[in-house]
């Protein structure tokens, strides 16, 4: 069936497709916007606007609930877990190289997985094989909140070693390949994220220190912190909804990539 050709100048495709394609694909995007532009000449402008705010609304409500329940977990985090438990530490025992390796991979991952395992929750489902395998990590990463407390440096190692033997695993498996190679993505995008915003923040911080000395307060730097930290999640979350789309969304045959 041929479609009217729309007599206005909205776009039949662009931004407003793909930020569609973000929340439900872009086959499925596709149509629902083709759906909307087909109606565009009888219905008009105001119509078609309104009737796509409420489209995406519908569509995206559930990604905005992940996203946000995932800044509350990683919150969780650093004004619970590790603030508390930085009060209470005390120097640990001498750390090698390979063993402070194992610590700082655990704990970047830890980090990481603490937003991206209500994300998958709520975004993709509990029974989703990328939330339960981070659940697993979540409970393997769980041990690296404890490092700086004493004679905790060999649960530390352990948690480590069995959280990247589970990854390895994953990517081993023809069964959970995708949703391993989706979180290794994740985790290392997250962590490298995380390390360029927050080193932009740190010069651009000291950058204005020197042209404003009363900027630098520790309100300001808390404020810019939580915003870089919001952005750094906000690219782990693009990043592994995006490769779930392309390995997990049921291709033209209706099969669901393994």
């Given at each position: 069936?041929?479609?009217?050709?729309?007599?206005?100048?909205?776009?039949?495709?662009?931004?407003?497709?793909?930020?569609?394609?973000?929340?439900?694909?872009?086959?499925?995007?596709?149509?629902?916007?083709?759906?909307?532009?087909?109606?565009?000449?009888?219905?008009?402008?105001?119509?078609?606007?309104?009737?796509?705010?409420?489209?995406?609304?519908?569509?995206?409500?559930?990604?905005?609930?992940?996203?946000?329940?995932?800044?509350?977990?990683?919150?969780?985090?650093?004004?619970?877990?590790?603030?508390?438990?930085?009060?209470?530490?005390?120097?640990?025992?001498?750390?090698?190289?390979?063993?402070?390796?194992?610590?700082?991979?655990?704990?970047?991952?830890?980090?990481?997985?603490?937003?991206?395992?209500?994300?998958?929750?709520?975004?993709?489902?509990?029974?989703?094989?990328?939330?339960?395998?981070?659940?697993?990590?979540?409970?393997?990463?769980?041990?690296?909140?404890?490092?700086?407390?004493?004679?905790?440096?060999?649960?530390?190692?352990?948690?480590?070693?069995?959280?990247?033997?589970?990854?390895?695993?994953?990517?081993?498996?023809?069964?959970?390949?995708?949703?391993?190679?989706?979180?290794?993505?994740?985790?290392?995008?997250?962590?490298?994220?995380?390390?360029?915003?927050?080193?932009?923040?740190?010069?651009?911080?000291?950058?204005?220190?020197?042209?404003?000395?009363?900027?630098?307060?520790?309100?300001?730097?808390?404020?810019?912190?939580?915003?870089?930290?919001?952005?750094?999640?906000?690219?782990?979350?693009?990043?592994?909804?995006?490769?779930?789309?392309?390995?997990?969304?049921p291709s033209i045959t209706g099969e669901t990539p393994a």
């Open positions: 069936m041929h479609k009217p050709t729309p007599s206005t100048n909205v776009n039949a495709s662009g931004f407003p497709e793909r930020l569609l394609a973000c929340a439900v694909g872009r086959a499925r995007a596709a149509g629902i916007y083709g759906d909307l532009l087909e109606l565009l000449p009888t219905r008009g402008r105001i119509w078609f606007f309104a009737a796509y705010i409420r489209t995406l609304l519908f569509l995206t409500w559930r990604v905005v609930l992940a996203f946000l329940s995932g800044l509350v977990s990683v919150r969780v985090i650093f004004w619970i877990l590790v603030e508390y438990l930085h009060v209470l530490s005390i120097p640990s025992t001498p750390r090698t190289p390979l063993t402070k390796f194992i610590e700082i991979f655990l704990t970047s991952a830890a980090a990481i997985n603490w937003f991206t395992l209500p994300f998958f929750a709520i975004r993709f489902g509990k029974r989703d094989r990328l939330t339960l395998l981070s659940a697993a990590l979540f409970l393997s990463t769980l041990p690296g909140f404890f490092r700086q407390l004493p004679h905790f440096s060999l649960l530390v190692d352990a948690a480590g070693i069995a959280t990247l033997t589970i990854l390895t695993a994953s990517l081993c498996s023809k069964e959970w390949r995708n949703a391993g190679l989706i979180l290794a993505t994740t985790i290392g995008t997250g962590i490298g994220a995380s390390v360029i915003f927050f080193k932009i923040l740190d010069t651009a911080y000291h950058f204005a220190g020197k042209i404003h000395p009363h900027v630098n307060n520790s309100a300001v730097r808390m404020t810019f912190a939580e915003l870089t930290a919001s952005l750094a999640m906000l690219v782990v979350a693009a990043v592994c909804s995006r490769m779930h789309d392309r390995l997990f969304r």
